[in-house]
């Protein structure tokens, strides 16, 4: 027989063996239950601990930044229930044009709530009213000419009204749910306690209860340094709103961060190595004991980034050794499943006598958080100089601060701090001009705020 017969012979032996097969597949055969598909995994938050540079020049002291990044999930089209209080400013100057898009924006505020939020309107004047007492959202007809009735009146009593929202909002403190105060004014605090200093301590006081206290500043009459003392304490945002017609867009971003969080209660604990010392947080203010630093995040929203960064002193290592220098606790509530997470890691670094080893292994995004975060701080120091009367010297800073920005933008290949330096340079063109600064003043603030608590508008 050829080989071609033989090849033709098995096929034939081979197609009839699977038609048997085929024929018996028919007939209904007893076996076990496949297992059922594995259910999907609940979504979780990222959590990304590293060091700027995990190489460091060997034999010299030296500065190390370690970044803790925490990025939300995307919500699967249900979010956890709002406990919101909404506090606004009626005083006199809030007369006209103010006042009413400050309801307007009300009202699309309790359009957006739901049956199972709660919500609460406090307003203030020379005296405090809660004009809508802390409840489920039943009537929000009821509620909306509640706001519409609003009129102005008297002088400012912000620190009384927040206070007041705070307690509003403690009525119904569940840990699971989206606790946040949102605050509107347009003047100064001229009734009660009315410093910085006073207002971050209300800030700090509200943090502790996981609520974030947003403040949303209108015209050119409130104090920044107050309302974004009072945010940042707190973990709030900020807005500037030089115009009326701007409060609705602010209130809407703000509503989307409120209604996107999907995680809470947030600690981060750092127990530095035996040698190590911390030094500071970069942009968020940190709890430091000895070795130990501490840091508490109120919320995170879906699809954003929070970091935060820790500068440590590291003493002189020898080429080619390593070196612990902290480990890393985060904790964190998950809204979706309700649920305590937590994650430790530690963090090193070795040493090499070689710039071009330790800028070969730089983690970029880290450093261009580092960057950024030490140009802030330039930029409030520009602020500080432009309020002591030292204009020159504040545009210097300004112009130094753009050159570093675009020095760094290139080093690092980074489109956020080209953006950045182009900023600096803007205010340094402008410090000067007395006509504008009260203006510019409240728009770097804002910008200085939404970069330190990695605001996304």
Known sequence: MSRIQLVSAACALALGGLAGIRSAAAQPIAGPTPPPPPSPRAPDVIVDIDVGEPIMIADQDGKAYIEIAITGFESAGTRAPVNLALVIDRSGSMRGDRLEKAKTA???VVDRLGPEDVLSVVTFDSNVEVLVPAGKVKDPAAIQRAIMAISDRGQTALYDGVNTGLGQLREHLVKTHVNRLILLSDGQANVGPSSPAELAQLGVEAGKLGIPVTTIGLGLGYNEDLMTQLALSSDGNHGFAETPGQLETIFANELGDVMSVVANDVIIEIELAPGITPVRGLNRPISINGRKAELKLNQIYGKQRKN???EVAVP??????????????????NLATKKTT??????????????AAVDKRANQRVMVGVTEALANERQKQAIALRDAGKREEAKKMLEANAAYLRAEGRKRNSDKLDS??????????EVENDASWNAKRKGMTKSTHAKAASQSW
């Open 420 to 429: 950045f330096a182009a900023e600096a340079a803007a205010d340094a063109e």
């Open 316 to 333: 002189k290592g020898a080429a080619g050794k390593t070196r612990k220098l902290a480990d890393v606790k985060v904790a964190y509530r």
């Open 342 to 355: 937590k994650v430790a890691e530690p963090v090193t670094v070795a040493f090499d006598r070689s710039r």
């Open 308 to 310: 935060v960064i820790v």
């Open 106 to 108: 009300a009202l699309m």
